[in-house]
């Protein structure tokens, strides 16, 4: 994994939300990158934590194209 510097200024900007999420002006973080996109993770995220987080993201991405459907919540 790479490592970047997030600042709130010029070089990089982040929304109110994302900076309150963990992410602080001048903190380092770990980037997971490829050819085409790369994930920002919050420092002291784990594996499995990211593995879980990125698959949500593709599923999201799937019902954005229509692949998935929502999945209906359990009933108790």
């Known amino acids: 994994m790479s490592?970047?510097?997030i600042y709130g200024g010029r070089m990089t900007r982040f929304s109110k939300e994302i900076?309150?999420?963990?992410?602080s002006p001048g903190a380092e973080a770990e980037?997971?990158?490829n050819a085409l996109?790369?994930?920002?993770?919050?420092p002291d995220?784990?594996?499995s934590?990211?593995?879980?987080n990125l698959?949500?993201?593709l599923n999201d991405i799937g019902l954005r194209l229509g692949k998935?459907?929502?999945r209906e919540a359990p009933k108790e």
Do not use: A, C, D, P
Request: charged share 30%; hydrophobic share 40%; glycine share 4%.
């Open 45 to 47: 995220t784990t594996l």
């Open 31 to 33: 980037i997971v990158k």
């Open 55 to 57: 698959e949500i993201q």
């Open 49 to 52: 934590q990211l593995e879980n």
């Open 3 to 5: 490592k970047i510097r």
């Open 37 to 42: 996109s790369f994930t920002v993770v919050k």
């Open 19 to 23: 900076m309150e999420s963990g992410f």
């Open 68 to 70: 998935r459907k929502l």
